[in-house]
């Protein structure tokens, strides 16, 4: 089998790039110029480089392709028709190129987000029959990638996979967290009470490709996740007992949203991006994402692998040797 990966320099990307080639699959991964190709020299792959405005390199990327895992999407973007531009149009142009792209039928797996969705209601977990309801720009693009993507039913196979919080070495919020526990400074998001679903970048990147590897229910949409629901502390709290033993600053919401203040108007000034965001501390403190993934489960036997208490803590521990390296 060959896939094509969008967003494969990512962070979910090179783990689903890494499960691939473990797996036997031949990987293409689609790069665009501005692209750090040095992220995938470990990899054993094909390197494409193609626009997503380009519909010919778009062809030649998925032509000899029976899968396309579309991670490509932009996180942070400057207004909503950026945010438009990649997450909804980007999408149609390559699945527009992945229909007409020769050599059989191909497989579109799509990794959209939990928000799409939206939050969930207090004390309730949302599941793919209820109202989507974004609150921020990146899940209303999202969002419209993933109504893109169902004009083509019928026509082209896909699944739209909601990936929940995921977690991991590189993660960049939970790596910036570890640069702040060092300090000795622990941010306490949320209220304490469990407020979101989760998992491993290793189990996200295997629901991908189970995903892929069915060969029916094309066209449906799924939530993943590990099945539990935890508060946010439960993740900073192991990250301080290993990096930070001892005495803390332990900084609760109001006072992060001050901080995230602060960084943000530094962040003009030195044109440099802002290590945290208030919007990103309200989303965290304010709603509640928690999901039903037992349809994804049903579906595939998906179970996640990863457990959560021994895997934070070994995170903890590989922060802790790169701190002193």
């Known amino acids: 089998?060959?896939?094509?990966?969008?967003?494969?320099?990512?962070?979910?990307?090179?783990?689903?790039?890494?499960?691939?080639?473990?797996?036997?699959?031949?990987?293409?991964?689609?790069?665009?110029?501005?692209?750090?190709?040095?992220?995938?020299?470990?990899?054993?792959?094909?390197?494409?480089?193609?626009?997503?405005?380009?519909?010919?390199?778009?062809?030649?990327?998925?032509?000899?392709?029976?899968?396309?895992?579309?991670?490509?999407?932009?996180?942070?973007?400057?207004?909503?028709?950026?945010?438009?531009?990649?997450?909804?149009?980007?999408?149609?142009?390559?699945?527009?190129?992945?229909?007409?792209?020769?050599?059989?039928?191909?497989v579109f797996v799509y990794a959209s987000s939990i928000a799409a969705a939206g939050p969930s209601a207090t004390g309730s977990t949302k599941n793919e029959k209820d109202e989507c309801r974004p609150v921020s720009l990146y899940g209303v693009s999202k969002l419209r990638g993933e109504e893109v993507l169902r004009r083509f039913d019928g026509r082209l196979p896909y699944v739209i996979l909601r990936l929940p919080n995921v977690l991991g070495t590189d993660q960049p919020q939970l790596a910036a967290a570890a640069r702040l526990i060092r300090k000795r400074i622990v941010p306490l998001l949320g209220t304490g009470r469990k407020q979101t679903s989760l998992c491993f970048v290793q189990d996200a990147a295997r629901a991908l490709v189970l995903a892929a590897e069915r060969d029916r229910g094309w066209g449906e949409t799924y939530f993943v996740n590990d099945g539990r629901a935890y508060a946010w502390r439960e993740i900073v709290e192991p990250l301080a007992e290993i990096l930070a033993p001892g005495c803390v600053l332990r900084l609760k919401t109001p006072t992060l949203l001050a901080a995230a203040w602060a960084i943000e108007t530094a962040a003009q000034w030195t044109g440099r991006k802002p290590l945290v965001t208030r919007e990103a501390i309200m989303s965290a403190g304010t709603y509640n994402w928690l999901f039903d993934g037992s349809k994804f489960c049903a579906a595939t036997g998906f179970r996640a692998e990863v457990d959560f208490d021994e895997e934070i803590r070994r995170i903890a521990r590989t922060y802790r040797q790169r701190a002193a390296s």
């Open 1 to 106: 089998m060959r896939a094509l990966v969008t967003g494969s320099t990512g962070f979910i990307g090179r783990s689903l790039v890494e499960r691939l080639v473990c797996g036997s699959w031949d990987v293409v991964c689609l790069v665009r110029q501005v692209t750090d190709r040095r992220l995938l020299r470990s990899f054993p792959v094909r390197i494409v480089q193609a626009d997503y405005d380009d519909r010919t390199s778009l062809k030649r990327a998925v032509h000899d392709c029976d899968v396309v895992f579309h991670l490509g999407a932009a996180l942070e973007a400057r207004g909503f028709s950026a945010y438009m531009k990649a997450n909804a149009e980007g999408t149609r142009r390559l699945a527009e190129s992945t229909l007409s792209a020769g050599r059989g039928r191909k």
